[in-house]
């Protein structure tokens, strides 16, 4: 095993963080306040090719491996959790389907702009009722002649509001069940499709999350991904992958409040010292690098065995899990050691706390992290 990385892993860390630390950390607080990032910012994000890392260069991509993403994320995450989950959705889910799943036209058609942070994807499969049980969408696809008529609604959608291509997980034989639900491309100026309540969140603020509404939505027979039928085993893969992704993020924020606390210890001072002198403090900064470091290493190796064939589903809700949790209460840590000033938005801490615990929950939830896991050890 080598735990070494690669020079190119090294000079992608360091030209995400230069930009990160120059460019999104000083307007973090106001993306978070305002609710939008800044679409100069996603246009460089762009020029970077942080919007295509992992697709091949034939298609306008970088062609990195899949730790090299994982790397990206956590570069962005540490100073902008809104900025990061947009990245990630864009790259994980919406690029990740249509590349995975597309035919060679298709990609053509759609990937180079969306790789090249031109265009913007999002990626549609919760519903109303229909969450940690994906199989039960309610969404309907209906073939009229050359087209497939789109009817039902979609919530909780990352980059609904910016997206110009949405891949929609819908049901196209109710009889088959989960085997019977194909995806489709979207694009978001077809008529009949609508955006819907835009969500207030806790946190993320600056990432738009929203319902979307299918009325007679026409779109042309080719804009399905696959055969019939393939959508829900398709959707998992994309989701394997999305999860290791978001416990790439858990990294990166809590990586963020770790270093915020470090900083704050060392000029805080009570009892005549720097609170960073205390005992107390000194363990709590311990056990949180402990706990960073261990959930990286999950996420690499997730995304090492994606990137051998591996099959790495398990991996990834442990990646998931881990990280995901250990963010959160990283976070939790990150305020007590800022004290009174921790609750306050003065400090970055208390916005890095509200992004984070939608680790837990987008992409699938704690709980169904652990069925996935205890389902793979038991089988």
């Known amino acids: 095993m080598d735990f070494n990385y690669t020079k190119e892993h090294e000079m992608l860390r360091n030209t995400v963080r230069e930009f990160a630390e120059k460019e999104i950390k000083p307007i973090a607080g106001d993306i978070d306040k305002k609710g939008d990032i800044p679409k100069e910012i996603l246009a460089r994000m762009g020029e970077m090719n942080l919007m295509g890392l992992t697709v091949p260069k034939e298609y306008g991509g970088a062609g990195c491996d899949k730790i090299s993403y994982m790397i990206a994320l956590e570069e962005i995450a540490r100073v902008c959790g809104s900025t990061g989950i947009v990245t990630e959705a864009h790259n994980s889910l919406g690029v990740g389907h249509i590349y995975e799943r597309g035919s060679e036209e298709q990609r053509k058609n759609w ?10 994807a999002a990626w549609a499969l919760t519903e109303p009722s229909a969450g940690s049980d994906a199989g ?6 209906v073939l009229d002649g050359d087209e497939w008529v789109l009817n039902g609604t979609k919530v909780f959608i990352t980059n609904a509001t910016i997206a110009d291509y949405v891949t929609v997980m819908a049901i ?24 819907g309540t835009e969500e207030d969140k806790l946190g993320l603020r600056g990432s738009h999350t929203s319902e979307l509404v299918f009325e007679d939505c026409r779109i042309p027979k080719g804009n399905i991904l696959g055969e019939p039928g393939t959508g829900f085993t398709g ?13 790439a ?28 002198k205390l005992q107390a403090i000194q363990w709590m900064l311990a056990d949180m690098a402990t706990k960073i470091e261990a959930s990286r290493w999950l996420v690499y190796r997730a995304a090492w065995m994606e990137d051998n064939g591996i099959r790495f589903s398990k991996e990834a809700s442990i990646a998931k899990l881990y990280a995901s949790e250990m963010s959160t209460q990283v976070c939790l840590n990150a305020i007590q050691i800022h004290g009174g000033y921790g609750y306050t ?35």
Do not use: C
């Open 235 to 247: 959707a998992m893969n994309i989701l394997d992958r999305g999860r290791a992704a978001v416990g």
């Open 172 to 195: 196209t034989d109710r009889s088959k069940g989960p085997r019977g639900i194909s995806a489709f491309v979207v694009p978001t100026g077809t008529p009949g499709y609508e955006l």
């Open 249 to 276: 993020l858990a990294v990166g924020l809590a990586q963020g409040a770790l270093d915020e606390s470090v900083r704050y210890s060392k000029e805080r001072e009570q009892f005549g010292r720097p609170i960073a």
């Open 345 to 379: 938005k003065d400090y970055p801490v208390e916005r890095m706390l509200r992004d984070t615990k939608l680790m837990e929950i987008g992409e699938g939830t704690s709980q169904v992290q652990r069925l996935v896991i205890a389902r793979q050890i038991l089988s």
């Open 111 to 120: 990937i180079p702009d969306l790789a090249a942070g031109k265009k913007f």
């Open 136 to 141: 039960g969408l309610q969404t309907v696809a």
